[in-house]
């Protein structure tokens, strides 16, 4: 089962403040919506809880050490592995590791690949991305765009694999 990293990061990494996202840019939602689309995903309970309900046609797992936390029509694991594990028995061969800080953390060992949304911007957040050692990983593809009316930064989708 190939395991994929997803997320939007900023020039000094930030993902998020408090509990929310630092930006409003609808080419990058557009890109996360289509590139996880039917897929089951997999996110901290923390970010779970930002995004308020789990999003539509991606079953989602959710990881908590909280004992007794449910949430109705999602899976609520006490570890990354039994996430995994959960996909691999619903027979996925694709899963996405949304978020956050915490789950990226832990995950980036692991993960086959990691898609990348460059929000070329300094921005002030309590939430980053961890720092991507570009021993282990080199860039597959490289999507660069400009502002318009309706994103505001200049942005790059890229796509990272295992050196
Ligand atoms: N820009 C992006 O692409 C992007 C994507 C996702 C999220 N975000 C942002 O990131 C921020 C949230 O990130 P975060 O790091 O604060 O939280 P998070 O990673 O979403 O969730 C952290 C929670 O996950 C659970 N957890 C973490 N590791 C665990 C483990 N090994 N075993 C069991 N449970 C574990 C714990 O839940 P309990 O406390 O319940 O035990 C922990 O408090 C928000 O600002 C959000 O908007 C940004």
Request: with cysteine; proline share 5%.
């Amino acid at each position: 089962m190939i395991k994929s990293i997803i997320a939007a990061k900023s020039n000094n990494n930030v993902i998020g403040k408090n509990n929310d996202l630092v930006w409003h840019m609808p080419a990058d939602m557009k890109y996360f919506m289509n590139k996880t689309k039917g897929h089951y995903v997999i996110m901290g309970r923390k970010t779970f809880e930002s995004l308020g309900k789990p999003l539509p046609g991606r079953p989602t797992i959710i990881i908590t050490r909280k004992k007794g936390y449910k949430v109705e029509n999602c899976w609520v694991v006490p570890t990354i592995e039994e996430a995994f594990k959960i996909a691999e028995d619903e027979g996925q061969q694709h899963v996405f590791i949304l978020g956050g800080a915490q789950i990226y953390k832990q995950t980036m060992d692991v993960a086959d690949n990691m898609f990348i949304t460059e929000i070329k911007g300094e921005f002030e957040g309590d939430a980053f991305f961890p720092a991507i050692d570009h021993n282990k990983w080199k860039e597959a593809s490289r999507e660069e765009h400009q502002p318009d009316e309706r994103n505001k930064y200049p942005y790059a989708f890229v796509e990272y694999v295992r050196k």
